[in-house]
């Protein structure tokens, strides 16, 4: 009996997901990776050489970096978009140096409540080096970044 309840349980998972728009795919983060969705800001130039590192932005008393997740994957930069935003993302990797970031988005997210059973890895051209997976779910491709990973790209490049 315990072996029914357990395998029914794990099919039961659900994860609030948002499906984020960039330029010419989506992003498939957990909901809790997400602090705020905030309206494209004024940004606060910085010292990185590095193209993807838009700036800082001025969030809750924070100066938070700012990347174009396109130019971090070598992907040329997105067109001006009347609706783009930011989302703020938690930082995964604990420092203290940077809890949080931003990555420039296309749009407003869309709230996804996704069942394990939902989402399916596929095989994706033009998959960039920050992004882990190519899946399907809910009928919508998107890319489930490596948030690591661009974290440790972010570090080094701030």
């Known amino acids: 009996m315990t072996q029914v309840v357990t395998t029914t349980v794990e099919k039961n998972i659900q994860v609030d997901c948002l499906l984020v728009p ?6 498939l983060l957990p909901n809790v990776s997400v602090a705020e969705v905030i309206p494209f800001s004024h940004l606060l130039t910085t010292n990185s050489s590095a193209d993807w590192m838009l700036g800082r932005i ?3 008393g924070t ?13 040329s930069a997105p067109a001006p978009n009347p609706n783009a935003r930011f989302i703020i993302v938690n930082g995964v990797g604990a420092n203290a140096d940077m809890p949080f970031y931003a990555i420039l988005v296309q749009g407003i997210p869309k709230l996804m409540h996704v069942h394990k059973d ?6 994706a051209m033009n998959m960039g080096a920050f992004d882990g997976m ?10 489930i970044p490596d948030l690591e990973q661009v974290e440790r790209e972010l570090l080094a490049g701030v």
């Open 118 to 123: 939902e989402i399916q890895q596929v095989d």
């Open 22 to 27: 960039l330029k010419d795919k989506h992003l």
């Open 134 to 143: 190519a899946v399907t779910v809910d009928g919508d491709n998107a890319m």
């Open 63 to 75: 100066l938070v970096p700012a990347i174009c997740y396109e130019m971090l994957n070598n992907h």
């Open 58 to 60: 001025d969030w809750r």
